[in-house]
Each structure stands twice: as C-alpha cells, then as structure tokens.
C-alpha cells in the first residue's frame, strides 16, 4: 500500500524518506509463489531428515529462511519492488539484489547440503548429477559470472530497459528468474560442488579482480550519461516532493548499481581465496604423501609427455 503522494516535483530531486521507503509495499504474485515453493522444499527436507532420526541445525534453517527467503520477500514486496514501474534506480537496484545479494543470503542455508542428505537413492544422484551439469559447470565459475552480470547490465543503456519495467509479465519474469540465475552464479562457488585444478582455481581467483572493474561499467556508464537512455515517457499526474527526475533517476540507478556490483564481489574472493588455500594444501599433502620410488615414476612420465 503506498502513501499518498503529496506535493509537487522538487527543484532539487532527493531520495525517499525513510518512513516512505519503510511503508511503501506491493504484492507480486510470482514472487509469492517463489517463497511458498522454495519454503516448502526447504521445510520438507528437514522434515525428511528427522523422520530418520537426524538433526539438521536451526541456524542454518534460520539463515535460509530469515536472511534469504527474508531479504527476497523485501526487495519483491517493499518498495523496490512496488517502485519498480515508476522509478529507474528502484527497478536496477532490485535486479541487482535479485541476482548477487539474495543468492548469496539463501547459500548460508546450504540448501545444496540439505537436498543431498535428504534425498537418496535416484534423487541424490539427479541432484549430483544436476550439480555437475554443463549449465551449472557454465554458471558456476569467476570466468562467466562477471560476463554474464555485465551483459544484463548493460539492457539498463537501451529502451529495453523502459519496455521491461512497463510490462506486467516482465516483472512477474524478473521476480522469478534473477533469483535463479543468481543460484547458479552463487550455489556452486559456496558448496564446492565442481571440482578445479589448481591452475583453474588460480586463474579463477585473478578473473575475479577483472571481474571489480567489468561489473562497474554498466553503473558507470548511466552515472556519466547526460541523457536519459532508456527514453521512457514522463511520468503523469501528481508526484511526490522527493520523486527524482528521469536524469537524476538515471544517476542514482547507476550509483547504486555499481555499489552493489562491487561489494557483491568481495564475497566470491574470499570464497576463491579460501578453496584456492584449501586445494593448494589437499594437492601439497598428496605430493608429500608419494614415496621416492613414485615421485621418480611421476617425474618420468612428466618428462615422456613433454615434446
């Protein structure tokens, strides 16, 4: 339910009050259905687990639940979401969060873990097997993240972006296949599910510091335009004294999509830091661990493949 709109447009556009951004709210259906499915899904493999006598901790049921079905509930249903139409920072912001913050919250509630102890028999080998599918392989890797984030960005330079917010079913879409896309982005990376060469994980790890500088681009791009890109109509009738102006919008809409793009990668370092350290250890013991005998075979088959 929004409040009513009083005043008229401000000489100086601002940002909402906090009252307005805290009371301004509106129901999406997709976004609905999204939460009763992945509440029941989660919910139902705990249940499943205690029905063999097994014990699945509250603070991770906890952290799924509160953090990130939570913060997907807030961004769908609060003002991001019932702004998403009229303002062009509220619709970026909400696909920014949709796609690397909300992912990230929901991964705390290792969701992954929780499907591969519940299920057995065909339904863990179909979640395996799904986990180590070419789509997630694809997704789940620093080379590809940054790419993709960047390419969905950059829809917010084009009148695509106008089109997308004006249509009913684009945003029911958005409510459902961000979050999706932001899984296959994040799941991998924090269950460890894809197994890396060192070299790869290396490689992964330094990507990661390009992929700093290509997620900025898109924000940076519609911080610095002077003119308006998506050339959406004006807004009609009676506006709030704090609603933006469409040039200024734009600003705030690359603002803080470069902020979240950013600080969303920080997270995925240090997760590559941590698997880099773990793998350079698992690889450093196996070496140690070979006798003279078989680190003199190794060598010698080593120095037979090189031309």
């Known amino acids: 339910m929004r ?35 992945a509440a029941g899904l989660y919910l139902g493999g705990i249940a499943r687990l205690r029905r063999r006598g097994h014990h699945w901790p509250a603070r991770l049921t906890a952290a799924y639940l509160l953090l990130g079905l939570g913060s ?35 991964s705390i509630g290792r969701p992954v873990a929780l499907a591969r102890v519940a299920l057995s028999g065909d339904g863990r080998q179909r979640t395996d097997r799904f986990m ?29 972006a106008a089109i997308l917010r004006d249509s009913t079913w684009s945003q029911w879409s958005i409510s459902v296949l961000t979050p999706l896309c932001g899984l296959l982005l ?4 924090a269950a460890h599910s894809v197994f890396r060469t060192s070299f790869f994980v290396t ?32 807004i009609s009738g009676q506006l709030p004294a704090w609603f933006p102006n469409p040039l200024h919008d734009q600003h705030l809409s690359g603002d803080f999509l470069w902020f979240i793009a950013e600080v969303a990668d920080v997270p995925v370092l ?38």
């Open 72 to 106: 997907y509930a807030v961004v769908s249903f609060g003002f991001l979401g019932a702004e998403s139409v009229n303002l062009r920072w509220a619709f970026t912001t909400r696909i920014a969060l949709l796609l690397f913050v909300v992912p990230g919250l929901i």
């Open 132 to 160: 180590r599918s070419w789509p997630v392989r694809l997704f789940g890797n620093a080379i590809f993240a940054p790419v993709f984030a960047c390419v969905v960005f950059l829809v917010f330079l084009t009148p695509v």
């Open 270 to 307: 240090v997760i590559l830091f941590i698997r880099w350290m773990r793998l350079d250890r698992h690889e450093g013991k196996r070496m140690d661990d070979l006798t003279d005998e078989q680190m003199e075979e190794l060598t010698r088959q080593h120095l037979q493949q090189r031309p």
């Open 3 to 37: 409040p009513p709109l009083t005043g008229a447009d401000h000489p100086e556009p601002i940002t909402p009050p906090f009252i307005v951004f805290l009371t301004t709210w509106s129901f999406d259906p997709a976004a609905a259905v999204v939460l009763v499915v």
């Open 203 to 234: 490689v992964e790890f330094l990507l990661a510091f390009v992929a700093l500088i290509l997620d900025a681009i898109p924000g940076l791009l519609l911080r610095l335009n002077d003119t308006v890109l998506d050339h959406a109509p004006a």
């Open 186 to 189: 994040v799941l991998p990376i």
